[in-house]
T-cell receptor, first 118, second 111 residues
């Protein structure tokens, strides 16, 4: 149990285009989903927290108009990187919490999406 | 954002050796979690700790929640090749659903 998937696993796009990344909780309904960014050889940095049906809460320094988050259901959250630029190239990882039978705050992570902007 | 300090940054050990790493914070956390991340993958939860002083095992892994609530350690006994990866600690404040991640410890096993 507690499986989180992400799609796509990797994407290459041209500068100026938008990219959508999906995060799904496969065997549970997640009360909260989180989006992280990880640069090479660095730790995970939280970008935003989202709850189903409400607006995401962004961390300081993260542009909400550039990183659009939609949490349409208890099993799906999407991150759209708008007008991507090379400096947005990174490893984007989502996590979900609210697993039945587990402590509600324990986060389970997806496999990540590697974004490369040319 | 804030990060937790993990030490050592990297470890080079031989198969069969025991491993010990720790994580320290300047502030108190209510929950400590240990994750392992393989290259190109998301972190996988290894152990969760919810009470100061708690000692929890998961197979060859043992982790403890420091009594000051500002630190935690992870031990791996009799290391095997699949233990290679980056280990992250993460702390959570009471009443705050966000995690703060450590800087990571990279474990390499020398043939």
């Amino acid at each position: 149990g507690a499986v989180v998937s992400q799609h796509p696993s990797w994407v290459i796009c041209k500068s100026g285009t938008s990219v959508k990344i999906e995060c799904r909780s496969l065997d549970f309904q997640a009360t909260t989903m989180f989006w992280y960014r990880q640069f090479p050889k660095q730790s995970l940095m939280l970008m935003a927290t989202s709850n189903e049906g409400s607006k995401a809460t962004y961390e300081q320094g993260v542009e909400k108009d550039k990183f659009l988050i939609n949490h349409a259901s208890l099993t799906l959250s999407t991150l759209t990187v708008t007008s991507a630029h090379p400096e947005d190239s990174s490893f984007y990882i989502c996590s979900a919490s609210g697993v039945p039978g587990h402590f509600t705050d324990t986060q389970y992570f997806g496999p990540g999406t590697r974004l490369t902007v040319l | 954002g804030q990060q937790l300090n993990q030490s050592p940054q990297s470890m080079f050990i031989q198969e069969g050796e025991d491993v010990s790493m720790n994580c320290t914070s300047s502030s108190i956390f209510n929950t400590w979690l240990w994750y392992k991340q393989d290259p190109g993958e998301g972190p996988v939860l290894l152990i969760a700790l919810y009470k100061a002083g708690e000692l929890t095992s998961n197979g060859r892994l043992t982790a403890q929640f420091g009594i000051t609530r500002k630190d935690s350690f992870l031990n791996i006994s009799a290391s095997i090749p699949s233990d290679v990866g980056i280990y992250f600690c993460a702390g959570r404040d009471f009443g705050n659903e966000k995690l703060t991640f450590g800087t990571g410890t990279r474990l390499t096993i020398i043939p």
